[in-house]
Each structure stands twice: as C-alpha cells, then as structure tokens.
C-alpha cells in the first residue's frame, strides 16, 4: 500500500485480556516506530526497530508490553493482562532512519 | 533522557493574522526537530523541519527557527487560513545511529477564526 497501514482501527477489550495490534509499514523503511497517544496529548514513544532488531525500547511502560517485527517489515505490539490505562491510542511510524516518519491512522484501544 | 516543553496548549488567531509557537528542549545533543500537524482525528503529518546546521528555514507560509544556545525553537505560520486550525506538535531527536527516537511535546491546538 501507499502508507502506513495499522490493524485493528478500534480494538475494545476487557480487562485482562491479550492484545496484539499491527503495523504494516511502507515498502522499503528500514526504520519502525511505536507510540502511544493519549487524549490531549503528544505521541509517546515506546519502542524503535531498525531492521529486524529493537534499537531502542526503552519508552515500553513494563513487561506487559512487548513488541516485534521479525522480518524487518510488519510489526506486532502485544499488550498481555491490558489494563483500563492502557487505554490510548497507538500510532505506527515508519521512515527511512533519521527524519521525517510516515504515520499511520494508528489503532484506537479500549479497556473496558 | 530528552524533555520537550510547548507553549501554549491552545492558541486562537484571527484568519490572516500570524501564529507562533514555541518549543524548549533539554538534551543539547539532540539535531533535528520536526513539526508535525494533526488533524482531528487524522495522523499526525510533517509539515516542516529543521536541522542543527541551520538557524532558519522557510516554506511558503510556515517558518522554523532554531536558537541552539537557548535549546529552543518556534514554529511561525504567516497569513493564517482556516484549514491551518488543528494541533501541532514539535519534536527533537539525536540523528546518530541508535538514537534516533522522536520526543514530542504536548501539543498545541491552534484555532483559525473567520
């Protein structure tokens, strides 16, 4: 596709329950990007692969989250044992290293 | 780590006047610093930035000034229209290899009035 594609767009689940989210970046970044967006404020990072390899995960809150991309393409972020904070919007970015990052319409969750 | 303060959280001007907003950061290594628009409820999109080479940088009617002593840097929009209202977030990054993490502010919503 032409941009950033992330899946589900709306994702509500109850507490406790396992998430995975996804993230399809654009053909040929190398570089991939997690971040969370709560109302009102600035995306916050979470975790960056370079490749295939997490160059930095150092904004993942705890290890309930968790994060891959094993083929140095699509991306998975796993949430285990949600909770209501987790509640947020999270966006995927991808770009070519250090610049402008591409986007998507991130995926929207909700634990209830 | 990387501290990015915006001011302010929300800013209303008057269609054709200028708007300005400005950003502070904390890691003097940092040297590259986006500004990026979101639209409600749309993605966040680039619309300008800056590296530490440079002190100024322009683009039709947006601007980006950089003061490197002062670790801070501001967004100007000239002859404001009203598709300039949404919220818009600066950023600083290291670009070296392995650090390279974008660190936002917290935004703020701009409001074009008629």
């Known amino acids: 596709g032409a941009g950033v594609s992330q899946t589900p767009s709306n994702k509500v689940t109850e507490k406790g329950k396992y998430v995975e989210l996804r993230c399809d970046p654009i053909?040929?970044?190398?570089?991939l990007y997690w971040y969370r967006q709560s109302l009102g404020q600035g995306p916050e990072f979470l975790i960056y692969?370079?490749?295939?390899?997490?160059?930095?995960d150092s904004g993942l809150p705890n290890d309930r989250f968790f994060a891959v991309r094993p083929e140095g393409s699509v991306s998975t972020l796993k949430i285990q044992r949600t909770e209501r904070g987790d509640s947020a919007m999270y966006l995927c970015a991808s770009g070519y290293g250090p610049g402008e990052l591409f986007f998507g319409e991130g995926s929207r969750l909700t634990v209830l | 780590g990387e501290n990015v303060e915006q001011h302010p959280s929300t800013l209303s001007v008057q269609e054709g006047d200028s708007a300005v907003i400005k950003c502070t950061y904390s890691?003097?290594?940092?040297?590259?610093f986006p500004w990026y628009k979101q639209e409600l409820g749309k993605r966040p999109q680039l619309i300008i930035d800056i590296r530490s080479n440079v002190g100024e940088k322009k683009d039709q009617r947006i601007a980006v000034t950089l003061n490197k002593t002062a670790k801070h840097f501001s967004l100007h929009i000239t002859e404001t229209q009203p598709e300039d209202s949404a919220v818009y977030f600066c950023?600083?990054?290291?670009?070296?290899?392995?650090?390279?993490?974008?660190?936002f502010g917290t935004g703020t919503r701009l409001t074009i009035i008629p």
């Open positions: 053909s040929g970044h190398t570089a």
């Open positions: 950023a600083a990054s290291r670009t070296n290899f392995g650090n390279e993490k974008l660190t």
């Open positions: 692969f370079q490749g295939t390899g997490a160059a930095d």
């Open positions: 890691d003097s290594a940092s040297n590259y």
